[in-house]
C-alpha cells in the first residue's frame, strides 16, 4: 500500500479517535471546515422550516415540513459521504462556503418578507432577525468546536466505556458514599430544604446542577493536566508496532526508536478534553445511582403526611410515579452535590486514579504513538 494512501486512512483514524489535532497540518479550512459541511448544510436547510407557515394551512403545511426534513436529512448524507475523504478546500472555497452560510440568517426572513409581507422568524421585527443572527453564529461557533477537537468520536469512545465506568463507580461509591452520607444524610431529612425544593422550579434546580458541573470541570481540568504530563512516550520498535495494530499503520516496521514528538497547545486540549469527558461520563454514572438511592431512601421514609408535615402544605405529586415532587428535587440536589464530591475526590486518591485513568492513559499513550509512526511516514511521502 502507498505511504500517502496508509497517512490518509491514519489521517481518518485520528477522526474516529476523537483526537483530530494530531493530523499533521491541521488547520481550519484543510480539515476542520470539510467535516463541518453536514451540520453547517443540516442548519442552513433547516432554516427554510420558518417558511413553512406560510399561506400554508392543513396538510400542505405537513407536507412542507416533511420535504424540508428529508432535503435536510439527504444533504447531511450526501455530504457526509464526501467528506469521508477528508478533502481539502482552497481560502477562496472557504470563503465562499461561509459566506453562503452567512447569508442565510438575512436571505430566510427576506424570502419570507418578499412572499408573505411579515417577518415571523424567530419573534417580530428587528429583535426576530437578530435573534435568528444570533442563533445562527452560535450554531456555527458549536459546530467549529466539536469539529476542532473531535468531541463526537470522544463521546462515542466514552458511550463504549459505560460498563467500565459502571464497575469503577460501584468501587468508588463503595468507598466514598459512607463518608459522604454522613454529612448529608440528615439533611435529606430537613424541613426547610423540603419547603424549598417545594417552592423551587425545576428550572432553578437545573441551574444547581450545571453549577456542580462547572466546579467538577475545573477540578477536573486543573487535575487533568499533570496526568497528561505523565503519560510516557515509549517509542520503541516493539511498542510501536503493538500500539500500530488495529490502525492503518498496522504492518508499518520502524527500525529504531523514535523519538517523542512536542504537542501544541491544541493537541494538549484535545487531550484534556479527551480525559475530561471520561470524568463526566463517570460523574453521570454515579449521579444516576445517588438519584435512585435518595428516591428509593424518600419513598422508604417519607411518607406523604410527612412531607406534608415538613412542608406545611400538601405536597406537589408528580403525576409520573406518584412521589412528591419536592422528594425528586431534593433528591437531584443531592445526586449532583454527591457526584461532585466524589468525582473530586476520586481524583485526590492515588489507588482510585491509577484504577480508573490507567485504560484512558493507554489510550493516550497508543494515540501518540500511532502519531510517531505516522509523522514518519509522512516523511516518507514527502520525500
Known sequence: MRSSTVARRTEQWFVHQGAPTMIEGYAFSSHVLPRMLPVLAFIAVGSLAWLVPLRAAGAGRWVLLGIIVAVMIAAWVL???????????????????????????????????????????????????????????????????????????????????????????????????????????FLFFTGELWQAMNKLSWQRVGLVVLLFAAITVLAAAARLRDEIGRVEQDLRPEVLEQACKGTPLAGVETAEPLQPKRLNGRQLRNLLVMLATRQLVQAAVIGMALFGFFVLLGVIVVTPAVAEQWIGVPPEMSPIVGVPVAMLRNATLFAAFGSMYLSVTSMSDNEHRRQFFASVVERVERTLAVRAVYLEVRKQVRG
Not at 462556503?97 to 415571523?120: E, R
Not at 459505560?162 to 459512607?178: E, F, T
Open 79 to 185: 455530504i457526509s459521504l464526501f467528506v469521508r475523504r477528508l478533502p481539502t478546500f482552497s481560502k477562496r472555497t472557504s470563503y465562499l462556503l461561509i459566506g453562503v452560510y452567512a447569508t442565510m440568517p438575512l436571505a430566510v426572513p427576506l424570502l419570507q418578507l418578499v412572499i408573505d409581507d411579515t417577518i415571523t422568524a424567530p419573534g417580530e421585527g428587528l429583535f426576530g432577525l437578530v435573534g435568528f443572527v444570533v442563533f445562527f453564529g452560535v450554531a456555527f461557533v458549536a459546530a467549529l468546536l466539536f469539529t476542532t477537537y473531535g468531541i463526537a468520536g470522544i463521546l462515542r469512545a466514552a458511550i463504549r466505556h459505560v460498563l467500565h465506568d459502571l464497575r469503577n463507580s460501584v468501587y468508588l461509591l463503595g468507598r466514598a458514599l459512607p463518608p459522604m452520607l454522613f454529612v448529608t444524610l
